[in-house]
Protein backbone atom coordinates (compact mmCIF):
# COMPACT_ATOMS: atom_id res chain seq x y z
CA UNK A 1 0.00 0.00 0.00
CA UNK A 2 1.72 3.49 -1.05
CA UNK A 3 2.48 5.64 2.13
CA UNK A 4 -0.13 8.45 1.14
CA UNK A 5 -2.87 5.82 1.50
CA UNK A 6 -1.92 4.17 4.63
CA UNK A 7 -0.93 7.84 6.37
CA UNK A 8 -4.48 8.48 5.23
CA UNK A 9 -6.03 5.39 6.97
CA UNK A 10 -4.37 7.18 10.93
CA UNK A 11 -5.46 10.57 9.56
CA UNK A 12 -9.20 9.62 8.93
CA UNK A 13 -9.13 8.93 13.04
CA UNK A 14 -7.46 12.32 13.49
CA UNK A 15 -9.57 15.03 11.64
CA UNK A 16 -7.57 14.60 8.72
CA UNK A 17 -4.43 14.94 11.01
CA UNK A 18 -0.89 13.16 10.83
CA UNK A 19 2.60 13.87 12.42
CA UNK A 20 5.92 12.40 11.87
CA UNK A 21 5.88 10.13 15.22
CA UNK A 22 2.28 8.84 14.02
CA UNK A 23 4.02 7.54 10.69
CA UNK A 24 7.09 6.33 12.41
CA UNK A 25 4.61 3.94 14.12
CA UNK A 26 3.74 2.39 10.90
CA UNK A 27 7.31 2.06 9.24
CA UNK A 28 7.11 5.25 7.28
CA UNK A 29 9.82 7.79 6.97
CA UNK A 30 9.28 10.91 7.94
CA UNK A 31 10.91 12.37 4.63
CA UNK A 32 7.92 10.81 3.05
CA UNK A 33 5.77 12.89 5.24
CA UNK A 34 7.62 15.76 4.02
CA UNK A 35 7.30 15.29 0.30
CA UNK A 36 3.44 14.62 0.14
CA UNK A 37 3.79 18.14 2.11
CA UNK A 38 6.41 19.80 -0.91
CA UNK A 39 3.69 17.74 -3.25
CA UNK A 40 0.68 19.65 -1.64
CA UNK A 41 -1.21 16.69 -0.66
CA UNK A 42 -0.35 17.59 3.48
CA UNK A 43 -0.41 21.12 4.20
CA UNK A 44 2.44 21.73 7.32
CA UNK A 45 0.50 22.97 10.46
CA UNK A 46 3.07 22.83 13.30
CA UNK A 47 6.62 21.23 13.89
CA UNK A 48 6.05 17.56 12.48
CA UNK A 49 2.03 17.83 12.39
CA UNK A 50 0.72 18.06 8.89
CA UNK A 51 -3.00 18.09 7.81
CA UNK A 52 -5.18 16.60 4.34
CA UNK A 53 -5.77 19.58 2.80
CA UNK A 54 -8.69 17.42 1.18
CA UNK A 55 -10.25 16.36 4.79
CA UNK A 56 -13.11 18.13 5.81
CA UNK A 57 -13.24 20.61 8.95
CA UNK A 58 -15.13 19.01 11.50
CA UNK A 59 -16.37 19.26 15.32
CA UNK A 60 -13.19 18.91 16.74
CA UNK A 61 -10.64 20.00 14.11
CA UNK A 62 -9.02 22.81 15.45
CA UNK A 63 -8.73 21.47 18.75
CA UNK A 64 -6.56 18.44 17.12
CA UNK A 65 -4.57 20.63 15.03
CA UNK A 66 -3.63 22.17 18.51
CA UNK A 67 -2.77 18.83 20.08
CA UNK A 68 -0.44 17.71 17.40
CA UNK A 69 1.39 20.65 17.61
CA UNK A 70 1.57 20.29 20.92
CA UNK A 71 2.31 17.05 20.90
CA UNK A 72 0.80 13.38 21.97
CA UNK A 73 0.90 14.11 26.09
CA UNK A 74 -1.49 17.18 25.43
CA UNK A 75 -5.02 17.84 25.96
CA UNK A 76 -7.77 20.57 26.48
CA UNK A 77 -9.03 22.27 28.75
CA UNK A 78 -11.29 25.07 30.39
CA UNK A 79 -13.59 27.40 28.07
CA UNK A 80 -12.12 25.41 24.75
CA UNK A 81 -13.92 21.81 26.24
CA UNK A 82 -16.96 23.76 26.69
CA UNK A 83 -16.77 25.10 23.25
CA UNK A 84 -15.82 21.38 21.86
CA UNK A 85 -19.21 20.55 23.50
CA UNK A 86 -20.81 23.32 22.39
CA UNK A 87 -22.30 24.25 26.16
CA UNK A 88 -22.72 28.05 27.33
CA UNK A 89 -21.80 29.67 24.50
CA UNK A 90 -18.35 28.84 24.95
CA UNK A 91 -16.36 30.46 22.38
CA UNK A 92 -12.62 31.28 23.18
CA UNK A 93 -10.51 33.61 21.70
CA UNK A 94 -7.52 31.04 22.17
CA UNK A 95 -7.58 27.06 22.16
CA UNK A 96 -6.26 26.43 25.66
CA UNK A 97 -3.93 23.20 25.76
CA UNK A 98 -2.33 21.58 28.68
CA UNK A 99 0.37 19.78 28.57
CA UNK A 100 2.84 17.58 31.20
CA UNK A 101 5.98 18.88 29.61
CA UNK A 102 7.50 21.83 29.27
CA UNK A 103 6.91 23.42 25.54
CA UNK A 104 9.90 25.01 23.25
CA UNK A 105 7.88 25.22 20.01
CA UNK A 106 6.94 28.13 18.20
CA UNK A 107 3.06 28.22 18.28
CA UNK A 108 0.47 29.97 16.47
CA UNK A 109 -0.74 33.23 18.54
CA UNK A 110 -4.37 31.85 18.95
CA UNK A 111 -2.94 28.88 21.51
CA UNK A 112 -2.73 29.03 25.04
CA UNK A 113 -0.48 26.40 26.77
CA UNK A 114 -0.57 25.70 30.38
CA UNK A 115 2.08 23.76 31.91
CA UNK A 116 0.17 21.05 34.25
CA UNK A 117 2.75 18.19 36.67
CA UNK A 118 -0.43 16.86 38.38
CA UNK A 119 -3.20 15.90 36.96
CA UNK A 120 -4.77 13.09 37.66
CA UNK A 121 -5.31 10.69 34.16
CA UNK A 122 -9.09 10.07 35.76
CA UNK A 123 -9.76 13.48 35.35
CA UNK A 124 -8.49 13.13 31.34
CA UNK A 125 -10.88 11.85 28.84
CA UNK A 126 -11.70 12.14 24.91
CA UNK A 127 -14.45 14.44 23.37
CA UNK A 128 -14.76 13.76 19.56
CA UNK A 129 -11.77 12.16 18.85
CA UNK A 130 -9.53 14.89 21.32
CA UNK A 131 -8.24 14.71 24.65
CA UNK A 132 -9.45 16.51 26.85
CA UNK A 133 -10.09 16.98 30.60
CA UNK A 134 -13.46 16.01 31.63
CA UNK A 135 -16.64 18.27 31.26
CA UNK A 136 -17.20 18.30 35.39
CA UNK A 137 -13.03 19.01 35.63
CA UNK A 138 -13.71 22.18 32.60
CA UNK A 139 -16.48 23.48 34.77
CA UNK A 140 -14.61 23.48 37.72
CA UNK A 141 -11.87 25.73 35.64
CA UNK A 142 -14.04 28.11 34.26
CA UNK A 143 -16.46 28.47 37.36
CA UNK A 144 -15.19 32.01 37.93
CA UNK A 145 -13.96 33.34 34.39
CA UNK A 146 -17.14 33.15 32.63
CA UNK A 147 -20.35 34.80 33.33
CA UNK A 148 -22.09 32.84 36.19
CA UNK A 149 -25.44 32.62 34.24
CA UNK A 150 -23.54 30.84 31.20
CA UNK A 151 -21.33 28.54 33.60
CA UNK A 152 -25.12 27.40 35.08
CA UNK A 153 -26.33 27.23 31.43
CA UNK A 154 -23.46 25.32 30.73
CA UNK A 155 -23.99 22.86 33.40
CA UNK A 156 -28.19 22.80 32.53
CA UNK A 157 -27.01 21.95 28.91
CA UNK A 158 -24.87 19.72 30.26
CA UNK A 159 -27.30 17.54 31.78
CA UNK A 160 -29.59 17.50 29.27
CA UNK A 161 -27.14 15.81 27.23
CA UNK A 162 -26.27 13.35 30.04
CA UNK A 163 -22.65 14.52 29.87
CA UNK A 164 -22.59 15.12 33.87
CA UNK A 165 -23.05 12.30 36.76
CA UNK A 166 -25.20 12.90 39.26
CA UNK A 167 -22.31 13.02 41.82
CA UNK A 168 -20.51 15.34 39.32
CA UNK A 169 -23.73 18.04 38.92
CA UNK A 170 -23.68 18.00 43.36
CA UNK A 171 -20.05 18.73 43.41
CA UNK A 172 -20.67 21.82 41.20
CA UNK A 173 -23.75 23.11 42.58
CA UNK A 174 -24.08 21.67 45.74
CA UNK A 175 -26.60 23.92 47.21
CA UNK A 176 -28.63 24.34 44.17
CA UNK A 177 -30.66 22.70 41.85
CA UNK A 178 -29.95 22.78 38.14
CA UNK A 179 -33.84 21.98 36.02
CA UNK A 180 -32.48 20.51 32.71
CA UNK A 181 -35.97 21.90 30.88
Same mark, same amino acid.
Given at each position: ??? =??????????? @???????????????????????????????? @????????? +?????????????????????????? &??? &??????????? $????????????? +????? !??????????? !? !?? @??? +???? &????? =? =???????? @???????? =?????? #? &????????? #?????? $???
Amino acid at each position: MAY =QNQLRRVAGYQ @HGIITTADADEIDIPAVAVRRLAQRGTLRKIG @HGAYRFIDF +PRTTGSTEAEAIAMVGDDAYIEGESV &LAL &LNLGHANPTKV $EVATRRQVRRTLP +PWLKI !TRRTKLDDAKT !T !TY @HGV +PSVT &LAVAL =Q =QTKNRIPK @HRWKEAIA =QAIRQE #L &LTPGERREL #LPDQTI $EAE
